[in-house]
């Protein structure tokens, strides 16, 4: 008798356990809280399709980056990587590091990269941009020291 006491016990407090979690989903919706990973617009895989030159913080100039490499970045929960084939050298073109964002700003800290990004990352870890980004598309513009755009990378989602 005891036994099927414990065994019913412990069915209730697992049914009580999975409807409390049921609740706070509904909570959430209810209230549109938005749960940490479904948060992050950035996370996932993104192809680098063109550029933007800016002048007075006015496009002037856009070309497409299918004729001169190839560039892919992958952004994870807190991590980035980005690589680059050159259709026209083989010299390798990686960094890997940490990123933050919020709606307007995007840092990237690189922690190492290829020969080439290494001597770039003594001089300087910490990339800032601006960031305009939607579901499928992102732009990280370089802005200089007066707040004016300089030319943007522009990518869209590939996974």
Known sequence: MKYKIVLLSMALMFISSCKEHDQKAIENVETGEISETSKNKLKGTWELVG?????????VD???????????KIYTDNKVMWCKLLKTDSIEFFGYGTYDYNDDDLTEVLEF??????????????????????DDRFE????????????????????
Not at 51 to 59: E, W
Not at 117 to 128: L, R, S
Not at 140 to 159: A, H, L, M, T
Request: hydrophobic content about 30%.
């Open 140 to 159: 990280q513009i370089e802005i200089d020291d007066d707040g004016n755009k300089i030319y943007s990378e522009n990518y869209k989602r590939v996974e």
């Open 51 to 59: 550029f933007y030159n800016y002048k007075d913080n006015m496009v």
């Open 113 to 134: 990269g290829s020969a080439f990004m290494n001597d770039v990352i003594k001089e300087q870890q910490e990339f800032n941009f601006k960031l305009e980004l939607s």
């Open 62 to 72: 856009s070309f497409s980056n299918n004729t001169i490499s190839r560039q892919v």
